[in-house]
């Protein structure tokens, strides 16, 4: 398989994993994922609308009914991915937990050296900046980093239970 850069494909940039493992690639942006599927991310669509006319923004803008929907998805425990061009990784979770530390040593580890979904990460030295909403957790890793388990305490190590499951669509993700 031939992979692609992240240059040469702007809409790999960016992923929703759940908090069962679920990697599924945002098209255009987080939010806009979340707006067409609203049930896979627990709201309604009526529920989106509320939040968006809370704060008097159309719906998908960029704004604060966006940043409120994000926090509330990401504090239900799905993580949010973003590669930057030139700035690396942002990764935004709840909090750190053995099974985040697991799902980001898996994530970092295939995009390295497996790829996923025909993207693989060529600078191994490339920024992960990790915010933890809950327990502000806030640090700068490099990929390799996280897939060497830098993440891991002493007798902690990688459960395969909490291996990541690559998904074509959103529609793969189980609705529990």
Do not use: C
Not at 16 to 43: D, R
């Amino acid at each position: 398989m031939k992979y692609k850069s992240y240059l040469e494909e702007a809409n790999s940039q960016a992923y929703w994993i759940s908090p069962y493992g679920e990697v599924v690639q945002v098209g255009t942006n987080h939010i806009q994922l979340i707006i067409s599927n609203p049930k896979k991310f627990g709201y309604t669509k009526d529920q989106i609308e509320k939040i968006y006319d809370k704060y008097n923004e159309p719906m998908g803008i960029e704004g604060k009914a966006r940043e409120e929907i994000i926090k509330d998805v990401v504090n239900k425990g799905w993580i949010r991915v973003r590669r930057y061009d030139n700035k690396g990784y942002s990764v935004n979770i709840k909090q750190m937990t053995k099974k985040v530390k697991d799902i980001l040593f898996d994530w970092s580890y295939k995009l390295l050296n497996t790829g996923i979904k025909g993207m693989k990460e060529g600078d191994k030295y490339i920024p992960v900046n990790i915010q933890g909403f809950k327990d502000h957790f806030n640090k700068n890793f490099t990929i390799q980093d996280i897939a060497n388990d830098i993440l891991y305490e002493s007798g902690e190590s990688f459960d395969v239970n909490n291996s990541i499951i690559i998904l074509e669509s959103v529609e793969g993700i189980i609705e529990r």
